[in-house]
């Protein structure tokens, strides 16, 4: 029988926890062309880490589109541009698969964002958030799981940058590909414990 996990973490705990991010390779598809060049690892791949990010908004009321959905792999993490309506038309098998699972936290509305672009029957998506309330835990957003079942600390800094430039910065690409990963990581972590 593993040891529980805790229900929360303070601020002050998670602060002192080592911060680590992704440092595996980063792939960015902006085209079709791009995407089909990946899509086979991609298809073979029993666990995606899921994530999307949106332009932040600053006014209540206002959204932007999903401009970014990453998928993380084993061996990679992926950065697919959904503002490029081919890309995300492409990536929809992968999104309809339910044999694969695509693991993340509040993945409901990234897939309602997504599908408000593209059409597509979501299946094989696993929401970390229900599994691990399940398990007591009471901060379930993916800093805090990822400091309460992973032990590490995982930087926010790119959070409210711009998602929709053609041209995402070295810190934009490690921070959304950092989020995908974690995910997977505390999936990979609470499989492994026989949490799922």
Same mark, same amino acid.
């Given at each position: 029988?593993?040891?529980?996990?805790?229900?929360?973490?303070?601020?002050?705990?998670?602060?002192?926890?080592?911060?680590?991010?992704?440092?595996?390779?980063?792939?960015?598809?902006?085209?079709?062309?791009?995407?089909?060049?990946?899509?086979?690892?991609?298809?073979?791949?029993?666990?995606?880490?899921?994530?999307?990010?949106?332009?932040?908004?600053?006014?209540?009321?206002?959204?932007?589109?999903?401009?970014?959905?990453?998928? +993380?792999?084993? &061996?990679?993490?992926?950065?697919? @541009?959904? #503002?490029?309506?081919?890309? %995300?038309? =492409? $990536? /929809?098998?992968?999104?309809?698969?339910?044999?694969?699972?695509?693991?993340?936290?509040?993945?409901?509305?990234?897939?309602?964002?997504?599908?408000?672009?593209?059409?597509?029957?979501?299946?094989?998506?696993?929401?970390?958030?229900?599994?691990?309330?399940?398990?007591?835990?009471?901060?379930?957003?993916?800093?805090?799981?990822?400091?309460?079942?992973?032990?590490?600390?995982?930087?926010?800094? +790119?959070?409210? &940058?711009?998602?929709?430039?053609? @041209?995402? #910065?070295?810190?934009?690409? %490690?921070? =959304? $590909? /950092?989020?995908?990963?974690?995910?997977?990581?505390?999936?990979?972590?609470?499989?492994?414990?026989?949490?799922?």
């Amino acid at each position: 029988m593993s040891e529980p996990f805790i229900q929360r973490i303070t601020k002050e705990a998670l602060a002192l926890l080592p911060q680590k991010h992704y440092e595996g390779p980063i792939v960015l598809i902006s085209d079709v062309a791009t995407f089909s060049q990946h899509a086979a690892v991609l298809r073979n791949e029993p666990i995606l880490g899921f994530d999307t990010e949106s332009k932040p908004t600053f006014r209540s009321g206002d959204r932007h589109p999903v401009s970014l959905m990453q998928l +993380a792999t084993q &061996s990679a993490v992926y950065l697919l @541009q959904v #503002s490029n309506p081919g890309v %995300l038309l =492409a $990536a /929809t098998a992968l999104l309809s698969n339910p044999a694969q699972r695509k693991v993340g936290i509040a993945i409901h509305d990234d897939i309602k964002a997504l599908s408000e672009l593209q059409r597509f029957e979501a299946k094989g998506f696993v929401e970390l958030a229900q599994i691990t309330r399940k398990l007591g835990i009471v901060n379930t957003g993916l800093r805090n799981l990822t400091a309460i079942i992973l032990k590490i600390r995982i930087s926010k800094s +790119a959070q409210m &940058s711009d998602w929709s430039s053609t @041209q995402l #910065s070295p810190s934009q690409k %490690l921070y =959304a $590909a /950092t989020d995908a990963w974690a995910a997977r990581e505390i999936y990979r972590k609470l499989s492994a414990l026989g949490h799922v």
